[in-house]
């Protein structure tokens, strides 16, 4: 009924199968490296915080910051009433 099948024939469907396979492997541990800057990467580095304190409260900000930083205390302090309000 049916032709017996050779074993050189099985050798070579099996390495093609595996070399098909080898050849996705690597896809499922993408680390994203290749891929460009934008907001949803995710980024390691290390940011260093800093903080201006008041009285009634805290502002935090890093890198080149400060002067908004300033705006925003100034800011907030004169108007606390209309943004406690809120």
Same mark, same amino acid.
């Given at each position: 009924m049916f032709a017996p099948i050779r074993l050189p024939l099985i050798r070579a469907i099996a390495v093609a199968l595996a070399v098909c396979c080898m050849s996705?492997?690597?896809? +499922?541990?993408? @680390?994203? @490296? +290749? +891929? *460009?800057?934008?907001? =949803? &990467?995710v980024q390691y580095q $290390?940011?260093?915080?800093? %903080?201006?304190?008041?009285? $009634?409260?805290?502002?935090?900000?890093? %890198? *080149?910051? &400060? =002067?908004?930083?300033r705006y925003v205390a100034q800011a907030a302090t004169v108007h606390r009433k209309e943004l406690e309000k809120q």
């Open positions: 996705v492997a690597p896809a +499922q541990f993408y @680390s994203g @490296s +290749q +891929q *460009e800057y934008g907001k =949803n &990467r $290390d940011f260093l915080w800093q %903080q201006y304190r008041f009285k $009634d409260m805290e502002v935090f900000f890093y %890198q *080149e910051g &400060r =002067n908004l930083a």
